[in-house]
């Protein structure tokens, strides 16, 4: 069966919307512009992550359409092609392979998960090929010696600090259950919430587990209601989590929920509808509906050009935002911009300011953004929970 392949050229986005999908084998294709830059995604477009890669795509095709209006970066366009991976590492690895393989990508942008990420990272930087702004929080991607890796949020160690400092620090909450993604993604966070844990002198009353891309989450909720928590922060993708909590309510288990920003909260508040109601979950960017913020007002307006009923959200705008920062990186380059050139201008990044929000990488830092804002979903939204947090060391 041919590999799921769909290249996206700008000029066509003004067909695909936040909620856009791809049936498989489904290929669009640009004209061709040998003058063109372009960029592989390789992430999830189907499945129990299906709407991060979306979201990601959606907003990185946002800040491309916008340099394109304007002329391009240098005068050349911007594209995208996407290789759905299913959210599998193995899959992962044969869509990286083949777009290392080839002269038609400068660059791998917005991946998708950590378990993905692991896989295909090292690939990337044996073949000198940049890595650019995962959709995952995990440390390895932030050594100092990955200098083909350029991320832009902060970590999940920031995340669930931050979850542990309002559960107890603000709330005076002491029993913390864990449910989590029985993965590399899943241990991180289970390290994360365990160290931010063991500074209180706290341990975990309750944890539990399910495997990826399933929703096989029931034994896992009976074991932590029999500990009786007061909260229950969740590592995992939006559907298993959904199904967690919507059954945690038929049954009357009410404890606060928390969430890791990797579980998309307008996919993991679809899912909830009426269940959803208090449900925290972790951002790594600013509120999308926040215009007072300039750099906001851009991405509402880039994201409304390439579809005009696109639905705002905060992975897009993380899109929006990895988008932006390779665009930098590009205009950097220069006018011959390919691998190399690129490499080269992403260690000159330095401290800058997209729109009110600031930017700082660094050597030794590879990671731009160092801010964790908690959400709640409410009926029909998002509010903020607690005043941002920053993150103190990565």
Request: charged share 20%.
């Amino acid at each position: 069966m041919p590999l799921l392949r769909t290249s996206l050229a700008l000029a066509l986005s003004l067909t695909l919307g936040a909620g856009s999908s791809f049936a498989a084998e489904e290929t669009v294709t640009a004209p061709a512009d040998d003058n063109a830059i372009t960029f592989a995604q390789v992430a999830a477009f189907e499945g129990q992550a299906g709407a991060l890669g979306k979201g990601m795509r959606d907003g990185i095709l946002a800040a491309f359409e916008e340099a394109n209006r304007a002329g391009g970066i240098h005068g050349r366009p911007v594209r995208l092609e996407t290789f759905d991976d299913g959210y599998e590492p193995d899959r992962s690895i044969e869509h990286v392979r083949k777009a290392i393989a080839t002269s038609n990508y400068i660059g791998l942008i917005g991946p998708v998960g950590t378990p993905t990420s692991k896989a295909t990272q090292p690939l990337a930087t044996e073949a000198e090929m940049p890595f650019v702004g995962a959709f995952t929080g995990a440390g390895f991607l932030r050594n100092a010696e990955l200098t083909n890796v350029i991320n832009v949020r902060a970590t999940y160690g920031a995340e669930t600090e931050a979850w542990i400092a309002h559960l107890v620090d603000d709330l005076g909450m002491r029993d913390i259950a864990l449910l989590y993604q029985d993965d590399g993604f899943g241990k991180v966070g289970l390290n994360g919430v365990t160290a931010a844990l063991d500074r209180r002198d706290m341990k975990l009353v309750a944890t539990g587990t399910y495997m990826r891309n399933t929703t096989a989450v029931k034994s896992a909720l009976l074991d932590i209601r029999k500990a009786k928590p007061d909260a229950v922060v969740m590592v995992g993708a939006y559907r298993p989590i959904a199904e967690f909590i919507k059954v945690a309510r038929q049954i009357e288990f009410n404890p606060t929920f928390v969430n890791i920003s990797f579980v998309g909260s307008r996919a993991l508040a679809d899912e909830l509808r009426g269940d959803g109601e208090g449900v925290i979950i972790s951002q790594v960017v600013p509120y999308p509906w926040d215009t007072s913020l300039p750099v906001v007002d851009m991405y509402l307006k880039a994201l409304k050009a390439v579809n005009e009923t696109a639905e705002p959200g905060f992975v897009t705008l993380e899109g929006y935002l990895v988008g932006r920062v390779a665009l930098r990186i590009l205009d950097a380059a220069g006018p011959d911009a390919d691998r190399a050139a690129f490499l080269a201008a992403m260690g000159t990044l330095g401290h800058f300011d997209i729109g009110g929000l600031t930017f700082t990488y660094g050597e030794g830092d590879n990671q731009g953004l160092d801010t964790v804002f908690l959400t709640r979903i409410t009926d029909g939204g998002f509010e903020p929970v607690a005043k941002p947090r920053q993150q103190a060391s990565r």
